[in-house]
Nanobody
Framework: QVQLVESGGGLVQPGGSLRLSCAASGSIFSINVMGWYRQAPGKQRELVAGITNDGRINYADTVKGRFTISRDNAKNTVYLQMNSLKSEDTAVYYC???????????????WGQGIQVTVSS
């Protein structure tokens, strides 16, 4: 059993900052990519940022220069520092991990339950 638990969301004014955390726990052998997705009302879920276990990173164009993803491999935790937040960043943010639960087993995607981020004055 694998669990991804997000924390750090909430309400913030435009221009403000939030830091999201996601801790993976359970029967984890190795984690390849960890990342953050978001889904706004009426829109499809989209990738925000991803980071590999050796530190390669990619960002959505809409968040480049404002958001920073990082990872603590020892803690199986990924973070998303969000600065200069805009109203269009309002969404439910989901943590994702591409991981395997045993030696030689196929990797699968696991998802957190989602956490609300609201940017409003």
């Amino acid at each position: 059993q694998v669990q991804l638990v997000e924390s750090g969301g909430g309400l913030v004014q435009p221009g403000g900052s939030l830091r999201l955390s996601c801790a993976a726990s359970g029967s984890i052998f190795s984690i390849n990519v960890m990342g953050w997705y978001r889904q706004a009302p009426g829109k499809q879920r989209e990738l925000v940022a991803g980071i590999t276990n050796d530190g390669r990173i990619n960002y959505a164009d809409t968040v480049k220069g404002r958001f920073t993803i990082s990872r603590d491999n020892a803690k199986n935790t990924v973070y998303l520092q969000m600065n200069s937040l805009k109203s269009e960043d309002t969404a439910v943010y989901y943590c994702n991990a591409d991981l395997s639960t045993g030696w030689g087993t196929t990797r699968h995607d696991y998802w957190g339950q989602g956490i609300q981020v609201t940017v409003s004055s």
